[in-house]
């Protein structure tokens, strides 16, 4: 089985942009679609992002369309979520997830494999 962990959140200002990475290891990451999704106190696990074994296949929440951005880098084992222009409601813990099915993987249940959580703190 894959095992998942989370680097790259931290404390920023709104406006700010922050790359939060999803390093696999047990695992070859292209086997995968990797989803990432959000919980901030108080509130249901949310879908931010999902992305396709090879790419190719992308979706996003309304919410974070136009500023949040999904990649993979299988050679790497490491997927991404870019964000950018972070507002105080984006600041939750984010996971990210991982699961053998072909496509989709748009909520919870879609997912097996996931990581710990790194924090986002956006300021405003």
């Known amino acids: 089985q894959v095992q998942l962990v989370e680097s790259g959140g931290g404390l920023v200002q709104a406006g700010d942009s922050l790359r939060l990475s999803c390093a696999a290891s047990?695992?070859?990451?292209?086997?995968?679609?990797v989803g990432w999704f959000r919980q901030a106190p108080g509130k249901e696990r949310e879908f931010v992002a999902a992305?396709?074994?090879?790419?190719?296949?992308?979706r996003l929440a309304d919410s974070v369309k136009g500023r949040f951005t999904i990649s993979r880098d299988n050679a790497k084992n490491t997927a991404y979520l870019q964000m950018n222009s972070l507002k105080p409601e984006d600041a939750a813990v984010y996971y990210c997830?991982?699961?053998?099915?072909?496509?989709?993987?748009?909520?919870?249940?879609?997912?097996?494999?996931w990581g710990q959580g790194t924090q986002v703190t956006v300021s405003s």
């Open positions: 997830a991982a699961d053998s099915r072909l496509w989709p993987g748009f909520t919870r249940n879609d997912y097996a494999y």
């Open positions: 047990g695992r070859t990451l292209s086997y995968y679609i």
């Open positions: 992305i396709g074994r090879s790419g190719g296949d992308i």
